[in-house]
């Protein structure tokens, strides 16, 4: 007897073991939508390190290779942050000494 080209995927489907078609639709090995972590962030109290921080909520919308590039600008603005702290304050033009100090 031979089969019609119609007829063909329905006997290769009874072919198929009966425990391996209840387990569904194969998986797939495409790559997951981007989710957000569900991390929470809680604030500094420091604006510039707080807007760091919120930058990073940013990845939560972007596929893995494009989490490099945010973590890169973070990572910067983070050192700059601290970096900022280590500077020693200028004295504005308009601040005079005062008696005290005199040379």
């Known amino acids: 007897m031979s089969e019609t080209p119609a007829e063909a995927p329905a006997a290769a489907a009874a072919e198929v073991p ?7 639709p194969e998986p797939s ?7 957000p972590l569900g991390i929470g962030r809680t604030p500094t109290g420091h604006a510039e390190v707080d807007a760091q921080l919120d930058r ?3 990845v939560d ?7 490099a590039e945010v973590y890169e600008d973070v990572h910067q603005g983070l050192r700059s942050a ?3 702290l280590d500077a020693r304050p200028v004295p504005s033009p308009h601040s005079h000494p ?4 005199r040379p």
């Open 18 to 24: 009966a425990e391996a078609q209840a387990a569904g």
């Open 29 to 35: 090995y495409e790559p997951a939508a981007p989710a």
């Open 56 to 58: 990073l909520a940013d």
């Open 61 to 67: 919308h972007l596929a893995a290779d494009g989490h």
């Open 82 to 84: 601290l970096t900022a």
């Open 98 to 101: 005062s008696p005290d100090h």
